[in-house]
Each structure stands twice: as C-alpha cells, then as structure tokens.
C-alpha cells in the first residue's frame, strides 16, 4: 500500500462523466486523499444490450489502452472499481486488479439483472443476465452497495459473504441540489415527484392519491420518465385527474425551481424488496435540498431517519395514508419546516461527500 498522501484509484467504466452516482464515488475517493485515474471506455452509460455486446470489443482495445497507460506510470494503485451494469467486465477487471495487486471493487448499487426485469425486457436475457451475475459477482474483493437491507438482499442473492459488501449510501450532486430558500413556494400546494417510471417506485400509490385530493387545493406534479410513464398518464386520463402534471424530463435549472417551489417531495411506495431495501436517490436529493419529504416506511429508510423529524413515512401501497400525510402536512407548516431542517441534518451527517469520503477511508485506506 502507498502512503496516504500518494493513495491512487483506478475507475473503469462507462458512464457520464456527471452521472450522480459515479460523480459522488470520483469526489468521495478524492475525498478520502486519493487521485482518481480514469479509465472511460465510453462517455456514455450504455445498459446492457445489442448495441454494447456490438461495442464491447472496441471498449476492450480501449480498456487495454488506458489500463497500459496507467500501468507504464509506475503508479501505485490501491484499488481498482468498476461502475455499475458491467458484470460482464468483471473478468477483465480482475485481471488488471491482480496486475496491479490491488483489491477489486464493483458497483453493485444497482443489480443489472434485476433491472432488466423491470424494464421488462425478454425473459430470456433476463435469465441470461441473472447467470451472468451469478457467474461474476463472487470475483470482486468488494461490492458497493447502498443500505444494510441490499448487503442482506445481495449476499443471499448471489451467495457473497457480508464481509465483502461495503454500505456506500447514494448521496446527491451538491451541484445541484442543496437548499434554495430565496424560491418563494407555489400558491397551490404542490407535491412534488422526480426520477424514473419503475414499477417498484409505486408510481400507482401517487396517482392513487392525487384520486383522492381530487376535489382539495393540491397539485401533483411529475418529472422525468420511464417504462411506466405512459401507463400512469393513461391511468389519470382516465381518471379524469386535473390536479396532476406530467411535465416529462425538463433541464436541471428547471428542476431546481421545482423542487425549490414545492412543498413536499416525495419518494417511492411500493412493497418490492428492492424498494424496501432502497433509500433512493429522490430521498437524498430532495433532503440535499432542504425539502420536507414523504415517502413508504421501510427499514431502510428507518435506518437513517426518524418519522416527524427529518422524514414523513407512510405504509407502502397505501394512497389513503398518503393522501392523508399531505393534508397533514399543508396544516401544519411548523412540520414542513421540522422535515426540512431534520433531512438536511440527516443529509450533512450521513450522506455528503466528506461523509462518503469517510466511509471509504475507513474501510479501504485504514489498514
């Protein structure tokens, strides 16, 4: 191992340059006192498909390339990760984390054959997938993860022991989300949902309560896209719903004065295991940004806030709670403001990027 102040980290991968996820685990490295060397085979996040298998032999003279770079540094390199949705790298990676005698570290935030499912694509490269994890998953050193309740859900998913998961909780681009108090609120009370239309993000539970604040002073408001979009907009169509909004994706200045606007953000609902073990990156953005949040009670969330003082939780799959936690809300302003001071606290201490740094120092560097 090098000295602290000459730590060095090699990240393989495709992925946006500013991509959430990968943008947090670049700083929190650099954080902890490491350089990050990059090793971006594409500059795109492509999921797993025709298009990439198509790719994936340019992508190796790429990896080749970069990897021979860094190697010809005479650097020493501490750890090696790889970013999330390429198990199939993970033998490529293992290779060059031996040549560089360093641990291997994958992403495994998101399960790619799980993601697949959900976005309900062919049950066969489904199933290919999920043996393709399978086949992978037990080469890395260590696994990246975000909450206690995935360690738990992915050591006997894919029989990996705990001891190789290491709890790294989606944090938020401080870039773009933090406190906006200077945004006066919107006249309607406006409850506010970003992000992807997956079905374990219980988008119905949300629609179920706009249904029911139908004849109240409350807009619904979405934005973003996904799988399931289309199925909810039909659904409030149908429902004949003008207090909801499908704003589609909008541009992150546009966001912001959104989230700065509105009065409650909310998370997911459903009952999906993966929903449960999940915080989600809507939580942790909006508390980034001083928002009150509501959002399913899961141990997961349980884990990092409390009910009535940094977050607002309610049953999973249950519209009539929600329903209920909003006109609780709207009546009480001095709890909005409780939520709001409460999950930025939570936000500061647990999940910034000095807070991920920590996380990473303390459980990679300290040996």
Same mark, same amino acid.
């Given at each position: 191992?090098?000295?602290?102040?000459?730590?060095?980290?090699?990240?393989?991968?495709?992925?946006?340059?500013?991509?959430?996820?990968?943008?947090?685990?670049?700083?929190?490295?650099?954080?902890a006192g490491?350089?990050?060397?990059?090793?971006?085979?594409?500059?795109?996040? $492509?999921?797993i498909?025709?298009?990439k298998?198509?790719?994936?032999?340019?992508?190796?003279?790429?990896?080749?390339?970069?990897?021979?770079?860094?190697k010809?540094?005479?650097?020493?390199?501490?750890?090696?990760?790889?970013?999330?949705?390429?198990?199939?790298?993970?033998?490529?990676?293992?290779?060059?984390?031996?040549?560089l005698?360093?641990?291997?570290?994958?992403d495994?935030?998101?399960?790619?054959?799980?993601?697949?499912?959900?976005?309900?694509?062919?049950?066969?490269?489904?199933?290919?997938?999920?043996?393709?994890?399978?086949?992978?998953?037990?080469?890395?050193?260590?696994h990246?993860?975000?909450?206690?309740?995935?360690?738990?859900?992915? +050591?006997?998913?894919?029989?990996?022991?705990e001891e190789r998961?290491? $709890?790294?909780?989606?944090g938020a681009?401080?870039?773009?989300?933090?406190?906006?108090?200077d945004?006066?609120?919107?006249?309607?009370?406006?409850?506010?949902?970003?992000?992807?239309?997956?079905?374990?993000?219980?988008?119905?539970?949300?629609?179920?309560?706009?249904?029911?604040?139908?004849n109240e002073?409350?807009?619904?408001?979405?934005?973003g896209s996904g799988?399931?979009?289309?199925r909810?907009?039909?659904?409030?169509?149908?429902?004949?719903?003008?207090?909801?909004?499908?704003?589609?994706?909008v541009p992150?200045?546009?966001?912001?004065?959104?989230?700065? +606007?509105?009065?409650?953000?909310?998370?997911?609902?459903?009952?999906?295991?993966?929903?449960?073990?999940?915080?989600t990156?809507?939580?942790?953005?909006?508390?980034? +940004?001083?928002?009150?949040?509501?959002?399913?009670?899961?141990?997961?969330?349980?884990?990092?806030?409390?009910?009535?003082?940094?977050?607002?939780?309610?049953?999973?799959?249950?519209?009539?709670?929600?329903?209920?936690?909003?006109?609780?809300?709207?009546?009480?302003?001095?709890?909005?403001?409780?939520?709001?001071?409460?999950?930025?606290?939570?936000?500061? $201490?647990?999940f910034?990027?000095?807070?991920?740094?920590?996380?990473?120092?303390?459980?990679?560097?300290?040996?």
């Amino acid at each position: 191992m090098t000295t602290e102040s000459d730590r060095n980290v090699v990240l393989l991968g495709d992925y946006d340059y500013d991509y959430p996820r990968e943008k947090l685990i670049r700083q929190g490295f650099e954080s902890a006192g490491a350089k990050v060397h990059e090793c971006r085979f594409s500059d795109t996040s $492509r999921f797993i498909g025709f298009t990439k298998i198509l790719l994936l032999p340019l992508f190796l003279v790429r990896i080749i390339r970069r990897m021979s770079e860094i190697k010809n540094t005479g650097t020493d390199i501490d750890a090696l990760v790889l970013t999330k949705f390429n198990p199939i790298l993970i033998p490529v990676a293992v290779y060059y984390a031996r040549q560089l005698n360093c641990p291997l570290i994958y992403d495994l935030f998101v399960s790619l054959y799980r993601t697949a499912e959900m976005r309900d694509i062919h049950p066969a490269i489904v199933k290919a997938l999920s043996i393709l994890e399978r086949c992978t998953l037990r080469l890395p050193d260590y696994h990246l993860v975000g909450t206690d309740q995935f360690i738990d859900l992915y +050591s006997e998913m894919y029989g990996i022991p705990e001891e190789r998961f290491i $709890r790294l909780p989606p944090g938020a681009d401080s870039d773009w989300f933090f406190p906006q108090e200077d945004i006066e609120k919107r006249d309607t009370f406006t409850v506010l949902y970003w992000g992807n239309f997956l079905p374990h993000h219980g988008v119905g539970t949300i629609v179920g309560a706009a249904a029911e604040l139908r004849n109240e002073p409350y807009e619904f408001v979405f934005l973003g896209s996904g799988p399931e979009q289309e199925r909810y907009r039909e659904m409030c169509e149908e429902l004949e719903l003008s207090n909801v909004r499908f704003k589609g994706f909008v541009p992150r200045e546009d966001q912001q004065k959104w989230i700065g +606007s509105s009065h409650v953000c909310l998370g997911v609902f459903d009952d999906d295991p993966r929903t449960l073990a999940s915080i989600t990156n809507k939580v942790t953005e909006a508390v980034a +940004s001083k928002k009150a949040v509501v959002t399913a009670q899961s141990p997961a969330i349980d884990a990092w806030f409390e009910h009535g003082e940094s977050i607002y939780t309610v049953p999973p799959k249950d519209p009539v709670a929600l329903a209920t936690a909003i006109r609780t809300l709207d009546a009480d302003r001095e709890l909005i403001t409780q939520l709001e001071t409460g999950g930025r606290r939570v936000y500061d $201490r647990e999940f910034d990027v000095e807070a991920i740094g920590e996380i990473l120092e303390r459980t990679l560097f300290s040996s």
